[in-house]
């Protein structure tokens, strides 16, 4: 087993994705944490963790699994990727819930394009990863249900089991051939952090802020009525996202934003449902992530 695993794991790295050890049989890191941090050997100027610490180089790799079996950890950030995980329901009682692998799909479909053709993984539950070559100069994180149930995906901060990797569920396997394909732009925009909303400085009047929130809401909608096939749902979902900031602080009536984005995502070409659900997922996670205005003392 262990030599199977040493392959994975030099397997990933010539594809220059980087690597580290996670315990054998499991989905967690084998190095240390901070907590436990010995302040030795690669931590002697302080705990570095495991995603400065994964890597593409064989002899370290070598040395690494000649002490046990481990499973093989692929840190997204330093790699270049962006790994979409379609994950399956968790309650194995409700046989009509979709998989993530069909609201993933059902998205596609809305965003007028096909489920993107890449190097994709089974993993041990049921689930696929899809991995993607992350755009340059865009930092993108991880995200959890954000572009639709049971889809989250993997970029700076977070790691994925690489292929050949084994669990008591069962082994990860590759499904096709090794072609990364580069992040589609339609995706790419829904994933593409939100700009920062317009400030109003510090010593603000009262209710002046609420004038940059009136700015805000009409940049938007005119970028949603406007938006290109391909990128009116991802348009519409930053449009959401931004203006939930407002709502969040009092600047705008939620109401007025859902029903101003409804209107200007139909204009664009969209259907009343893709307009509701996408406006209505988004604010819930801007408002739930924006709870406190940052220019508060």
């Known amino acids: 087993m262990n030599e199977h695993l040493v392959h994975a794991a030099l397997a990933a790295a010539e594809r220059d994705w980087h690597v580290f050890p996670l315990r054998p049989g499991t989905k967690r890191p084998a190095l240390h944490g901070e907590a436990a941090c010995p302040g030795t050997g690669p931590c002697e100027q302080g705990h570095v963790k495991w995603e400065d610490r994964a890597t593409t180089d064989p002899d370290r790799i070598r040395a690494t699994w000649s002490h046990g079996p481990y499973n093989v950890g692929i840190a997204t950030g330093p790699s270049g990727l962006l790994v979409v995980d379609l994950d399956v329901p968790k309650d194995k009682g409700s046989p009509d819930a979709p998989a993530g692998a069909a609201t993933f799909a059902a998205l596609c479909e809305r965003a007028g394009h096909p489920v993107p053709d890449t190097y994709r993984v089974r993993t041990a539950s049921g689930g696929e990863h899809l991995y993607f070559t992350a755009p340059d100069g865009i930092r993108l994180t991880n995200t959890a249900g954000t572009i639709a149930p049971l889809v989250d995906t ?37 994933l ?41 749902e991802g348009t519409l979902f930053r449009a ?53 205005r940052r220019d508060a003392a």
Not at 169 to 180: F, Q
Not at 207 to 213: C, D, I, K, V, W
Not at 255 to 282: D, F, I, N
Request: charged fraction near 15%.
């Open 192 to 232: 593409r952090p939100a700009p920062m909303a317009v400030q109003a400085p510090a010593v603000a009047l009262a209710g002046q802020s609420h004038r940059y929130a009136d700015v805000a809401l009409a940049k938007e909608v005119r970028n949603v009525a406007t938006a290109q096939v391909g990128a009116r």
């Open 154 to 190: 993997r970029a700076w901060g977070g790691y994925v089991v690489a292929a050949g990797s084994i669990t008591p569920a069962g082994r990860y396997e590759a499904l096709c051939g090794p072609e990364t394909a580069v992040l589609p732009d339609w995706l790419l925009a829904i």
């Open 240 to 292: 959401a996202r931004a203006l939930g900031r407002f709502v969040a602080w009092g600047d705008l009536p939620r109401h007025t934003v859902e029903q101003a984005l409804q209107e200007a995502g139909e204009a664009a070409g969209l259907t009343v449902a893709e307009c509701r659900s996408t406006v209505r997922s988004a604010l819930n996670w801007s408002i739930t992530h924006n709870t406190a």
